[in-house]
């Protein structure tokens, strides 16, 4: 049966995404690189995306549910539970499957230690100790920190505590925030005694020249082949670092018809016809993920030609503007994204961040691995 909508995942794609991490990474001194597969690997497919990445040496996601669901597809890989515990019941299922949590208030700290300070486990946790340096989000203030760290260091439930942070505004290289929160980090990490395991950057800290230098690298979005970095600057899009596409989203076209200057395209008359025109309908829609805001002339390839979106998106359907494409036919594939189009221009347009997209495509959606 042919597929009415589809997501094409090319897991050599992935890999090859990997392999540019791991040599961004190592130019930030980071000898280990953390796969970020939260939310379905970004949309992509938890499991399969976690197989493919076999060179990575831990994989980020973010709560127990999410690990325990990685655990049993069978990976063997050490998993991060990224958002820490939710519930103090969480904490059962890190212990029983050693998963690495990540610490980010005294709240945590004080439920960990009530409940691991009588018990003694089969093998110690590794915890990240997480800083709030300046994102205003997830963390220990700078102030509470080192005294923090070192006092987790000694506890006997406890292998290792990674100190790390967080970035906010590491897609804006040239923010003076990064400076702000860069600083707090390597202040609290000259006072702790010792040399400490450190881990600060996600893709875009990787792939700019932020001096985040540090053991551990947590890429996500890049190695789904989008660049983190503002679309419009062109020398900062996914093909300047080497990235390939993962995703490739198309659609069948289910009708196409000729139409007259002043008819009317869809709902609520969002495109009314300049001229005559040739509009195709291709079966896809904000059910299946694509963003319901996409104005007239968004991007999309058909027949390997790039035109535009006509019309508001409806439940299930767009329209498209088929004017300069004659060859096209009904049953034809769409591409909303992909290999020839990327997914950072579909968001600069929309204004829906790359990961949005990705991470909305629904699960009635066929998936294909290839
Ligand atoms: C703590 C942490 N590290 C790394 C990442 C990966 O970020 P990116 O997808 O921008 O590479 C995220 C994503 O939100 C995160 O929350």
């Given at each position: 049966m042919l597929n009415r909508v589809q997501a094409s995942i090319?897991?050599?794609?992935?890999?090859?995404?990997?392999?540019?991490?791991?040599?961004?990474?190592?130019?930030?001194k980071a000898a280990r690189v953390a796969a970020v597969i939260k939310?379905?690997?970004?949309?992509?497919?938890?499991?399969?995306a976690a197989n493919a990445l076999d060179e990575a040496e831990l994989f980020g996601v973010t709560d127990v549910r999410e690990a325990l669901t990685l655990k049993k597809s069978g990976t063997d890989k050490p998993i991060l539970v990224l958002q820490g515990l939710i519930h103090e019941d969480d904490l059962k299922l890190v212990v029983e499957h050693n998963f690495q949590l990540v610490v980010h208030s005294t709240s945590q700290l004080a439920t960990i230690d009530d409940t691991l300070s009588k018990l003694t486990l089969k093998a110690?946790?590794?915890?990240?100790?997480?800083?709030?340096?300046?994102?205003?989000?997830?963390?220990?203030?700078?102030?509470?920190?080192?005294?923090?760290?070192?006092?987790?260091?000694?506890?006997?439930?406890?292998?290792?505590?990674?100190?790390?942070?967080?970035?906010?505004?590491?897609?804006?290289?040239?923010?003076?925030?990064?400076t702000q929160q860069l600083q707090e980090f390597r202040q609290q990490e000259g006072q702790l005694q010792g040399k400490c395991i450190t881990s600060i950057p996600s893709s875009s800290g990787i792939l700019s020249e932020l001096p985040v230098d540090c053991d551990w690298a947590r890429p996500g979005i890049m190695l789904y082949g989008s660049s983190p970095f503002n679309f419009n600057e062109a020398h900062l899009r996914r093909e300047q670092f080497g990235l390939?596409?993962?995703?490739?989203?198309q659609a069948r076209i289910i009708a196409i018809k000729a139409l007259k200057k002043g008819d009317n395209v869809g709902y609520c008359s969002q495109f009314i016809c300049p001229q005559d025109m040739t509009v195709g309908i291709v079966s896809i829609g904000y059910a299946d993920g694509y963003p319901?805001?996409?104005?007239?002339?968004?991007?999309?390839?058909?027949?390997?030609?790039k035109t535009g979106t006509v019309g508001r998106?409806?439940?299930?359907?767009?329209?498209?503007?088929?004017?300069?494409?004659?060859?096209?036919?009904?049953?034809?594939?769409?591409?909303?994204?992909?290999?020839?189009?990327?997914?950072?221009?579909?968001?600069?347009?929309?204004?829906?961040?790359?990961?949005?997209?990705?991470?909305?495509?629904?699960?009635?959606?066929?998936f294909e691995y290839i």
């Open positions: 090319d897991l050599k794609a992935l890999q090859h995404n990997f392999s540019i991490a791991r040599r961004y990474s190592s130019l930030k939310a379905n690997a970004y949309g992509h497919g938890l499991e399969q110690p946790l590794t915890l990240w100790l997480k800083m709030d340096s300046g994102m205003g989000r997830l963390g220990l203030s700078p102030q509470d920190y080192a005294a923090t760290y070192q006092a987790l260091q000694n506890k006997t439930y406890v292998d290792s505590v990674v100190m790390m942070t967080h970035l906010a505004n590491s897609s804006m290289p040239e923010s003076m925030l990064n390939q596409a993962v995703m490739t989203l319901s805001n996409a104005p007239n002339g968004t991007p999309l390839m058909v027949g390997g030609k998106v409806s439940m299930d359907m767009i329209g498209v503007d088929l004017s300069d494409i004659p060859d096209a036919k009904v049953g034809d594939l769409a591409t909303l994204w992909g290999a020839d189009l990327s997914v950072d221009e579909v968001a600069a347009k929309t204004g829906i961040l790359s990961y949005n997209l990705t991470c909305s495509v629904a699960r009635r959606v066929a």
